[in-house]
C-alpha cells in the first residue's frame, strides 16, 4: 500500500518560511517524479514544484519561482519543500502526490497572515 504523509505546515506571517516534509512509502521512491500541489477554498488543485527522483530535474510556475524550493532524500524516501518569503495568496492545503498514479497525501494546511 502506497502512503504519503505530510507534515510541517502551519500559521506563518508574510514574508516567514516553512518546510513541508512528504514521507513516502510502498513505493520505490527513485522511480517517480513527485511533486507538490495546493488548493485554496474556491480553487482548483494547482501544482507547485515537480521533482524527477532520478535525476534530480524541478519545476516550478512562475508564481513560486524563486521563493520555494524543492528537494529529496531517496535514502529516507522523503521530499521536501521549503517556501520562504510566504504571501497571503499561498494560504492552502499542501498535497504532496505523484498524480500519474493517483497517490496523494492527505494535505498540511498552511497559513500566511498579512
Known amino acids: 500500500e502506497v502512503q504519503l504523509v505530510e507534515s510541517g505546515g502551519g500559521l506563518v506571517q508574510a514574508g516567514g518560511s516553512l518546510r513541508l516534509s512528504c514521507a513516502a512509502s510502498?513505493?520505490?521512491?527513485?522511480?517517480?517524479?513527485i511533486g507538490w500541489f495546493r488548493q485554496a477554498p474556491g480553487k482548483e488543485r494547482e501544482g507547485v514544484s515537480c521533482?524527477?527522483?532520478?535525476?534530480?530535474?524541478?519545476y516550478y510556475p512562475d508564481s513560486v519561482k524563486g521563493r520555494f524550493t524543492i528537494s529529496s532524500d531517496n535514502a529516507k524516501n522523503t521530499v521536501y519543500l521549503q517556501m520562504n518569503n510566504l504571501k497571503p495568496e499561498d494560504t492552502a492545503v499542501y498535497y504532496c502526490?505523484?498524480?500519474?498514479?493517483?497517490?496523494w497525501g492527505q494535505g498540511t494546511q498552511v497559513t500566511v497572515s498579512a
Open positions: 510502498g513505493l520505490t521512491f527513485d522511480r517517480y517524479a
Open positions: 521533482i524527477s527522483s532520478s535525476d534530480g530535474s524541478t
Open positions: 502526490g505523484v498524480p500519474l498514479y493517483n497517490y
